[in-house]
């Protein structure tokens, strides 16, 4: 029975049987990473040409996945550069690295990337896109489209990128809504982080200021859609007495009644629900 990889950080080997030929990598996710090489490598995709070309001449037997050090995910470039160093995985003779810089996959991956901004609005430069999106478990092909301005997306996981092509041409402001104890409250301008803050839905609020519902978690917009109030008239009680209320849901709930029996009467579908009749005021 084959052994279940952990979800563990750490660095790993790829070795090629029974040459010996390794290849070395680093990850926060041993179990994933192990499972994206294969698929890559299974269908001719892989972004290393070298480990690629051994996989289809050799077959997939012939390769075997194995953790040389667990490690925390601050210290893993960190480790797989010494790993690099120490095996020689970079020399063609030894391994199928490209790159003797840990976590590069070649000079496409290993060169400067400018313009990103992280989710605090703090523009960065990253040396390594590649091994950065590794470290802090970011999809590389996302980050790549925001760099080169192809990503129909204008962020992805709070990034942006100067380059990203949907930047907005403004930023919408809501100044109608009303808080449950009946308060206006300030403008808002980025409602879906105010609804995070307030345990709001985004989808519901706005649905408040187009007028398709009227309230959400007490909350209501100024000039929205307002809840009809019915009276109900007709009802005549067990004992012949007319009763007047407005709530039919919490008046069959503190009676014992069912509403759809009471609408019953109403639209004379039944005749009379638990003593209850209905008659209308000119009868």
């Not at 950080?9 to 926060?28: E, F, M």
């Not at 480990?51 to 996945?65: I, P, V």
Request: glycine content about 10%; hydrophobic content about 30%.
């Amino acid at each position: 029975m084959k052994s279940v990889l952990p979800r563990s950080s750490g660095v790993y080997q790829i070795l090629r049987k029974p040459t010996g030929k390794i290849y070395i990598g680093s990850t926060v996710n041993l179990r994933e990473r192990w499972a994206g090489h294969r698929s890559s490598l299974r269908y001719g995709k892989h972004q290393n040409i070298f480990l690629q070309r051994a996989w289809n001449k050799y077959g997939e037997s012939r390769f075997e996945f194995s953790v040389l050090e667990f490690v925390d995910e601050a210290g893993l470039l960190q480790a797989e550069q010494r790993w690099i160093n120490n095996t020689g995985c970079a020399d063609r003779n030894i391994g199928f690295n490209i790159s003797r810089v840990a976590g590069s996959t070649g000079d496409l991956f290993a060169q400067i990337w400018k313009g990103f901004i992280d989710p605090e609005g703090n523009e960065i430069t990253i040396t390594n896109l590649h091994g950065f999106c590794r470290q802090h478990e970011l999809d590389f092909p996302s980050m790549h489209r925001l760099a080169k301005g192809k990503s129909k997306l204008k962020s992805y996981k709070g990034w942006t990128h100067r380059n990203s092509i949907r930047q907005r041409d403004y930023v919408k402001t809501y100044t109608g809504f009303i808080d449950p104890d009946g308060r206006s409250v300030e403008p808002i301008t980025n409602l879906a982080a105010f609804c995070r803050e307030h345990g709001l839905d985004n989808t519901h609020m706005v649905a408040l200021v187009n007028g398709r519902i009227c309230s959400h978690h007490g909350w209501t917009y100024k000039n929205g859609k307002r809840k009809t109030v019915k009276t109900y008239t007709g009802f005549i009680n067990p004992e012949g007495q007319r009763v007047i209320f407005t709530n039919l849901v919490a008046f069959c709930r503190a009676h014992g009644l069912h509403p759809v029996h009471m609408h019953n009467l109403i639209s004379g579908q039944r005749k009379s629900h638990k003593g209850w009749t209905w008659r209308r005021n000119n009868e």
